[in-house]
């Protein structure tokens, strides 16, 4: 187990370093100065090129590359000078010679070319409203996405089981920016004085006066907008292995000894359904934060998405790479979780 685990993130580690390079080299190659963008149109020449040797954009880029590949590694050679020891926080682990040490430290995302802030403190502040986002619209998902399975698998080719896949066919074909503007135009807009739902708003507003508030209404609105596939997508695999489970010779046992139906529907069936559910559940979580990017533009929602789209249209490269690595991240995180749960809820699935 150990060793898997240990294998799993070695290969990690190696496709964010892969996408660090191809997002790098995309970046790169496009017709925009990001150090130009930092000044807006009116600088000249010299202050533009300062500018450019100060950030490190004069180098070839697979200088460029290596420098913050360095920066973002775990593990790095560092020069054993104050200037490091500032913008660092490592543990050294081997003195290799009398200026370099080896050492254990703390992944460093730079500062945004635009605001000069860390990246580390920007995404600290995007991350928490679009997990929290994310995590409802899956928790929403979740929770409908198995209770109307498990209506439609009891009664199948009934009345039910086929308006119940009806909707789950038109919430899988629907984008979810197209659900979030019209649940931002009908229950935000049209009924709103009803609904007292705002069409745009984000998770944390200044009130009158001048002090944060957090609105947990303006989440209502982009959670159902994005769960709306998963919960389509989850009914029918919940409807599928419910059906499969209870036609299995154990379940029409456990039914034949007496126990009643809520216990084999939830203690025999439901369990033995779920590796397909916890498929599909993983995938969608990691998916579900990408996903958020159109959804947050649509309801002016702040979060990962509004901070990776501004960085984006600013070319703010630090900004850029920091958003795509935590991304990458969740994606590996999930899928290892996943691999992880399979073994827990099957006895057959065997980590080696």
């Not at 913050?68 to 050294?92: G, M, N």
């Not at 649940?183 to 001048?210: H, W």
Request: aromatic residues 10%; charged residues 15%; proline residues 5%.
């Amino acid at each position: 187990m150990v060793a898997y685990i240990l294998r799993r993130l070695a290969y990690g580690l190696l496709v964010m370093a892969l996408v660090v390079v191809a997002i790098s080299s995309i970046i790169f190659l496009a017709p925009v100065d990001p150090a130009q963008l930092t000044f807006g149109q009116r600088s000249d020449v010299a202050t533009v090129q300062a500018k450019t040797a100060e950030l490190g954009l004069d180098q070839p880029l697979y200088v460029q590359l290596g420098h913050y590949l360095a920066d973002v590694s775990p593990v790095s050679l560092l020069p054993a000078t104050a200037e490091i020891r500032r913008k660092y926080r490592f543990v050294p682990l081997f003195h290799i010679s009398e200026h370099t040490d080896l050492v254990l430290k703390l992944p460093y995302l730079r500062e945004s070319f635009q605001t000069g802030r860390p990246v580390v403190e920007m995404l600290g502040e995007a991350i928490p409203p679009t997990a929290l986002l994310a995590g409802t619209a899956l928790l929403l998902a979740v929770i409908l996405g198995i209770a109307l399975g498990i209506l439609a698998s009891l009664r199948p080719h009934s009345v039910w089981d086929q308006l119940i896949s009806v909707i789950s066919v038109f919430g899988y074909s629907l984008p979810s920016y197209v659900a979030a503007m019209l649940l931002a135009l009908v229950f935000g807009y049209a009924l709103g004085d009803r609904t007292g739902l705002d069409i745009q708003g984000s998770l944390f507003v200044l009130d009158d006066f001048g002090e944060w508030q957090m609105r947990w209404r303006n989440l209502i609105l982009p959670s159902f907008a994005l769960g709306l596939r998963p919960v389509a997508l989850i009914t029918q695999l919940t409807r599928s292995a419910m059906l499969d489970v209870l036609s299995q010779d154990y379940v029409r046992t456990a039914t034949a000894k007496g126990l009643s139906a809520r216990a084999v529907i939830v203690r025999h069936a439901l369990r033995n359904a779920l590796n397909p559910i916890v498929s599909a559940v993983s995938g969608w979580f990691a998916a579900l934060l990408t996903g958020a990017f159109f959804v947050e533009n649509v309801f002016n929602f702040k979060g990962l998405g509004a901070t990776t789209v501004t960085a984006l249209l600013n070319f703010d490269i630090p900004v850029v790479l920091g958003c795509v690595l935590f991304t990458s991240a969740v994606f590996i995180a999930v899928n290892l979780v996943s691999d992880l749960l399979y073994a827990w809820l099957d006895p057959r699935v065997r980590i080696g």
